[in-house]
């Protein structure tokens, strides 16, 4: 059996890197390094915090998770998705409250991993990961409209509508400059690609548009008349608590947990499937705990894998973590010694990078998609955007996640009953010479707490109009509890009325739980038999028996 953790790079050294894996691995990680710059600076200034945040998260959780994680291409960092839970976050508890929060989130992810869960995260529903995805693009877009135009407001609201409603108000200050250099910054890192493969648009649209600011002097915020200066060094900080007010932060540390396992795993599963490999997804929870334990006391903020930069890395060569400790280290020495020239950058810049990460993170064409699909996927789709986009990610997940698991279910016990009648026309057309005194039921798929009633109920009302009731469960995979209590009333109730139920085609592990719940002691273990034919021979003998 393979260990909980495992990191890959650990298993790689053991193996051994040939020359010129490690040249490709050390330009590919110089370029992502470049490409995470501005990345780095935008993530962290939308989401309420200084430039140099963002910069340290993507140095230390990125060198943290491509050392102790389990894929061999991730590149970890700060994130789009994360602004608006770190925003929140920070303005309701504030830096220190941030800090803790998000240890506690490494801290969660840790045992997610030591929990062997990282199997099961993948299993969130498609709509629901796009439902909130979807929301905090939009979420993400809604806050860089007040940098795009230049608008003069000091404080904005926390709520969407709030938020609109101010601009609405603002529209007539809107500064031309701003919008110009905006829409300047939108052109450049989408088209600038075509002409500059190797070189990432957005930090081409930084050095050009910052540049031209500066020698021309236009009249625009920038970070440093925003923020001030921008520190190069990375010092220890410790939070201020009290103990008593860790429950506070359960919620939001177990939201950013959430939220990044299944993006650090989304990050794995499609790197995967570039390069044709395979993470460790325990191992891969577990490194991102670690680097979201650490981070924090350095100052940065909560870190995942970032689909974009992984993709990036694979494009560019990296094949192995080296690449992303390279990509931490060039972001180091960047910050070092060019940190100083990154307060100059115009705010408005910045609104035309994330404009365009809220773009592609919007997935408008799977949105459109899955409004075309059952309404159960529509109903968890449109609840997680508007609960994300109008209440709080928090909520959006949660109630997301439960009402997956509910549609999951009912869709479960319906396919369940309907199968159910095509099995009885099927038994019926094979045995129309029963005695009418015996009737069939056969039970399609587990009996769990999703279908248990309605079999239940089913079984009554067929059961009520025989002697002798014959329950068929070749096709019974496990019982859970409450299948075992539905399965147990039922039985009462229709030997109280005379009927004697006898079981076919149970299999071990369903006999054990029976036996255990004494459940085969009620029915009598006479009349429960291996095969449907024995089941049948002895229905038959006992209605005989019974009539003569």
């Not at 945040?53 to 970890?76: C, D, E, M």
């Not at 990044?260 to 997804?281: F, Y």
């Not at 479960?412 to 095509?422: R, V």
């Not at 005379?498 to 006479?526: A, P, R, T, W």
């Amino acid at each position: 059996m393979e260990p909980v953790f495992k990191p890959k790079l650990f298993s790689i050294l053991k193996e051994g890197l040939t020359k010129e894996q490690l040249l490709s691995d050390l330009l590919a990680g110089i370029v992502v390094g470049i490409v995470a710059l501005p990345l780095a600076i935008a993530f962290a200034v939308a989401s309420g915090v200084s430039p140099d945040k963002g910069l340290i998260t993507a140095v230390i959780a990125g060198f943290l998770i491509s050392v102790f994680g389990g894929s061999r291409v991730q590149i970890g960092g700060p994130t789009g998705a994360f602004i608006i839970i770190v925003y929140g976050i920070v303005e309701q508890y504030g830096v220190d409250g941030l800090i803790i929060s998000t240890v506690m989130s490494g801290i969660i992810l840790v045992l997610f991993g030591l929990l062997k869960l990282g199997a099961l995260l993948k299993y969130f529903p498609y709509p629901l990961v796009v439902g909130f995805t979807s929301g905090i693009a939009l979420v993400i877009f809604s806050t860089q409209v007040k940098d795009a135009l230049g608008l003069p407001i000091d404080k904005l609201p926390s709520g969407f509508l709030d938020k609109w409603a101010v601009y609405f108000t603002h529209l007539h200050e809107i500064n031309g400059y701003a919008l110009a250099i905006t829409a300047a910054t939108v052109i450049i890192t989408v088209f600038s690609v075509k002409f500059l493969k190797k070189v990432p648009g957005s930090l081409v649209a930084i050095v050009l548009i910052t540049t031209i600011v500066q020698l021309a002097g236009v009249p625009v915020t920038t970070i440093e008349s925003f923020f001030g200066e921008i520190p190069n060094t990375i010092e220890f900080v410790l939070p201020s608590f009290a103990l008593s007010d860790l429950s506070v932060y359960i919620a939001p540390a177990l939201t950013i947990a959430m939220l990044g396992s299944i993006e650090s795993l989304l990050s794995a599963v499609v790197s995967d499937g570039m390069i044709s490999g395979n993470h460790r997804s325990n191992t891969e929870l577990i490194g991102q705990g670690i680097a979201n334990i650490v981070t924090p006391f350095f100052g940065g903020i909560p870190a995942t894998g970032a689909i974009a930069r992984t993709a990036t890395n694979v494009k560019n060569g990296g094949r192995t973590p080296i690449a992303g400790i390279v990509h931490a280290l060039t972001l180091l020495m960047i910050m070092l010694f060019f940190g100083s020239f990154a307060k100059l950058i115009p705010m408005s810049t910045l609104a035309g990078i994330l404009i365009v990460v809220a773009y592609n993170m919007s997935e408008w064409r799977e949105f459109r998609a899955i409004l075309k699909d059952s309404p159960f996927d529509i109903i968890v789709l449109l609840s997680t955007f508007f609960l994300t986009v109008l209440v709080d990610l928090t909520v959006a997940i949660e109630v997301g996640v439960v009402l997956s698991a509910l549609l999951f279910m009912n869709r479960m016990a319906d396919i369940n009953i309907k199968t159910q009648a095509e099995l009885d026309s099927d038994i019926l057309e094979d045995y129309t010479d029963l005695p009418e005194g015996i009737a069939i039921y056969e039970i399609s798929g587990p009996l769990f707490f999703g279908s248990a009633k309605q079999y239940a109920q089913t079984i009554k009302e067929i059961g009520f109009q025989s002697k002798i009731l014959i329950i068929r469960m070749r096709h019974v995979p496990f019982v859970d509890s409450t299948g075992l209590h539905n399965l147990q009333g039922m039985i009462k109730s229709l030997q109280n009325s005379g009927v004697k139920i006898v079981l076919s085609g149970v299999n071990d592990s369903v006999m054990k739980d029976l036996k255990e719940h004494q459940l085969s002691s009620l029915i009598g273990e006479s009349n429960i038999l291996h095969s449907f034919d024995d089941a049948l021979n002895h229905s038959i003998k006992a209605y005989a028996h019974s009539q003569s």
